[in-house]
């Protein structure tokens, strides 16, 4: 499925937001997703593009990729537990 | 599951913020943290409750200007969001210096609401030695 495809269960906006900002933003928004669901963080951190990735493997999440939109960029994540 | 110990010991706006950073960074992988505030960081804390400045900490004036546009930006969260965010997500209790609230002659009444308990030496080894990996501001 490409990126593009992908329609997120919730949305979080954690743009303008530097660390920890959207690792917490992520924290809070991913128990809105159901598991097997899909969360995405929009960021404009630069270092949240590996953050965020480390966070979910760390909790057992899965990163399902980036993509890079105007001025922002999504991290699409699905929640597996 | 590994926890989190974190020492804070200097009275700075600048040592708070990286107690909060950690603090927040270990909630979010949900491992359990205690920070224990002790000597010239309880004067703070105090100072902080009763409305007063605390010093910044920072011995570059740009990293403090830097820091200052940030936060009025909303860019970055203050040492206390970080701390209130970290206790209302998760596992984190904060403890401070029984020693040092005796030379202040003070209480938890003294200290801004976050703070859980007052507690001494012991405790404070004893939460070192259950720490998986300590960090000290």
Redesign the interface.
Known sequence: MSLDDIKPDYVADARGSSCPGPILEAKKSIGKVPVGGILEVRATDPGTKNDLPAWAKKMKHEVLGIKEADGYFSIFIRRKK | MVKITILVRTGTESAFHQAG?VA??A????YPVRIFFMDDAITALKKYKEGKPIPSGYSNAETEIAFNT?LE?????SWEE?IL?SKK?GNVEVVVCALGVDLLEIDLRHLPSFVDKISGAADLVGGIKEGDIVFTF
Do not use: E, Q, Y
């Not at chain 2, 909630?27 to 949900?30: A, C, I, K, R």
């Open positions: 950073i927040v960074g909630m979010t992988v949900d940030a930006k909303g860019k970055i969260m970080l965010n997500m």
